[in-house]
């Protein structure tokens, strides 16, 4: 799969509007320790191509596929 691949099985058009510049509020669930949240941009396209995929294939959120992505991530470069 090519990088932009995933954009082409967009069939839908999109709303138009307003686009907000401002970061959301975090999930009143994470922010109950000590660690502290950051904001992550990306594609609009790229996360709604996951979740459909996600959707599809009856697995986990979104959140939690890309928390498991980084830390293997992570874990990989740490090897020797």
């Given at each position: 799969m090519g990088?932009?691949?995933y954009?082409?099985?967009n069939t839908k058009g999109g709303k138009k509007g307003k686009v907000s510049k401002t970061a959301p509020a975090p999930d009143e669930s994470r922010?109950?320790?000590t660690?502290?949240?950051e904001a992550v941009y990306?594609?609009?396209e790229t996360?709604?191509?996951v979740w459909r995929q996600v959707r599809a294939?009856?697995?986990e959120s979104v959140s939690e596929l890309v928390e498991d992505l980084l830390l293997a991530w992570?874990?990989?470069r740490q090897r020797p």
């Open positions: 990088r932009f691949d954009l082409d099985k922010t109950g320790g660690e502290r949240l990306l594609r609009k996360v709604r191509a294939d009856g697995g992570l874990r990989e």
